[in-house]
């Protein structure tokens, strides 16, 4: 008796596949049409857990970061970096994600324009400024 081979990519292949193309993949509930990140399991304004994904352009404005001068162990890959949090040009959703190369404020104003650009199994999703 032969396997098939399941097509079927799980949720976090297909934000990872997104996160590539630089865009973010969104849970929209069903039944009010709220947007949500895809790792929640029930809307939190109508309790629904019926979603459909939806991808969004990985665009967006930096809302705060917290800058890591001294990198922890298992990051040594990398000088220093922020981890930021930006809001999405196209709906109200905050996303974070890992921006290499920031040592002080002065190199990441706060709304400064933000775009993904990759995904890494470590850092996760990998930001860019534009």
């Known amino acids: 008796m032969s396997k098939l081979k399941s097509t079927k990519q799980s949720t976090r292949e297909l934000f990872i596949e997104h996160a590539k193309k630089g865009d973010i993949l969104l849970n929209q509930c ?34 705060t970061y917290t800058i890591q001068s001294v990198v922890p162990e298992g990051f ?9 949090i930006f809001k999405l040009d196209d709906c109200d959703m905050n996303v974070s ?20 650009v990759d995904f890494h199994d470590k850092h996760g999703l990998i930001l860019q400024k534009y």
């Open 30 to 63: 069903i039944k009010c049409s709220n947007i949500m990140l895809e790792t929640v399991y029930y809307c939190d304004k109508c309790f629904s857990n019926s979603f459909r994904q939806v991808p969004y352009i990985g665009k967006g404005r930096v809302v």
């Open 76 to 84: 040594e890959d990398v000088n220093s970096y922020a981890w930021v």
């Open 97 to 116: 994600g890992f921006l290499p190369g920031i040592s002080t404020p002065a190199d990441l104003p706060l709304g400064s324009k933000i775009k993904v």
